[in-house]
């Protein structure tokens, strides 16, 4: 059971050099999500998607960009790379649609950036 | 932005102990949830509470949701070492999920 596949797991990049966050799942879930955790703030909600073709901001989506071509992929682009976006990231995915109780969120195990 | 507080951030506590986390916010929410995280890996979900006043028991652990549906609390009873992690709770609120900034626990054996 693979579930949800990020890469790299480790990445460093210098200011101002862009990259893809790779996100893959294999539970056929329509809602797909990227996340940022930093030291005591939890985890932010930078882009989100309903669905292939559709996408959304989340509370800090600026610096990063993303597309949904695909139910199964979600990658997360950084166009520009600054220090303050130094963090671990998650993608998450879970079914779209739901009656009382949203199901859970199945997360990736992260990927480690570090903008110097 | 709906924000979650949660408290306490850190908590240092023997095998054996019980403790309680709380999870506040000004919003409603049309659901709670909380996840537990380890080192290296993302959260998983250990409950979702849906109606005010709710309770729900994992085990050791009891949930429980505020009648207004703003805050929730966790509870832990004779916390032993498995225990130790990153719980977090998370507010429903349409297609977003808000995540509060998480309690780390450890449980010294």
């Known amino acids: 059971n693979a579930g949800v596949t990020q890469t790299p797991k480790f990445q460093v990049l210098k200011t101002g050099q862009s990259m893809t966050l790779q996100c893959a799942q294999d539970?056929?879930?329509?809602?797909m999500s990227w996340y940022r955790q930093d030291p005591g703030m939890g985890l932010r909600l930078i882009h989100y998607?309903?669905?292939?073709?559709?996408?959304d901001q989340g509370e800090v989506p600026n610096g990063y960009n993303v597309s949904r071509s695909t139910t199964e992929d979600f990658p997360l682009r950084l166009l520009s790379a600054a220090p303050s976006q130094t963090s671990v990231y998650f993608c998450?995915?879970?079914?779209?649609?739901?009656?009382?109780?949203?199901?859970?969120?199945?997360f990736g195990n992260g990927t480690r950036l570090t903008v110097t | 932005t709906q924000l979650l507080e949660q408290s306490p951030q850190f908590l240092s506590i023997q095998e054996g102990e019980n403790l309680t986390v709380y999870c506040n916010s000004s919003?409603?929410?049309?659901?709670l949830q909380w996840y537990r995280q380890e080192p290296g890996e993302g959260p998983v979900l250990l409950v979702t509470?849906?109606?005010?006043?709710e309770v729900k028991k994992l085990k050791r652990l009891t949930f429980q949701f505020g009648d207004a549906r703003k805050d929730s609390s966790l509870h832990i009873t004779a916390a032993q070492p498995g225990d130790t992690g990153l719980y977090l709770c998370?507010?429903?609120?349409?297609?977003?999920?808000?995540f509060g900034g998480g309690t780390r626990l450890m449980v010294k054996p």
């Open positions: 998450a995915s879970s079914y779209s649609k739901w009656g009382a109780a949203r199901p859970p969120l199945h």
């Open positions: 539970m056929n879930h329509e809602y």
């Open positions: 998607s309903v669905g292939a073709g559709i996408t």
């Open positions: 919003s409603v929410f049309s659901s």
């Open positions: 509470v849906v109606t005010g006043g």
């Open positions: 998370a507010g429903v609120g349409g297609n977003m999920l808000t």
